[in-house]
């Protein structure tokens, strides 16, 4: 009877250590969250916006989404071949990087309407670059 209840107290003291040591173990391994970075968001949603205005074939809204520098230094023809050559599809986002203050690069996959019927299709893969052109405003600066 005395070892079986010395047995019960180690085990109540070992679950208490184990209670108590590991949330400590726990605070030094978890990864830190960054700080919320409001441009990031911004410039984002521009991309997004973009890319969704490419995927519905609607240059005229893609087009007031780039910057001035964008539409002067691009040929029409070079836009239009963008919006409407090839049958949009869908894209995907990767996470972008900051290149400077006000101006961020995506990695974006962008995927023809018909690469689900390809076994080999392959996305082509593009970088966005979104800088800001106002107070809360985002534009792309060159077409992918």
């Known amino acids: 009877m005395l070892f079986a209840l010395r047995r019960r ?4 003291a070992i679950a208490v250590l184990i209670v108590q040591l590991v949330p400590r173990a726990m605070a030094r391994t978890r990864p830190r969250l960054a700080a919320f970075d409001k441009d990031y968001s911004s410039a984002l949603a521009t991309a997004d916006r973009f890319l969704h205005a490419w995927q519905t074939q609607d240059a005229e809204s893609g087009i007031l989404l780039m910057s001035d520098r964008a539409r002067q230094g691009t040929q029409e023809t070079r836009v239009h071949d963008f ?23 995506f990695p974006v996959a962008l995927f023809a ?32």
């Open 9 to 12: 107290v180690l085990a109540v």
């Open 113 to 144: 309407a018909d690469a689900a019927r390809i076994r080999e299709a392959r996305p082509k893969m593009v970088s966005l670059i979104v800088v800001k052109v106002g107070h809360d405003d985002w534009a792309v600066d060159q077409l992918p």
């Open 83 to 105: 919006f409407f050559a090839e049958r949009s599809g869908s894209f995907e986002i990767g996470r972008g990087r900051k290149l400077a203050v006000g101006r961020y690069e």
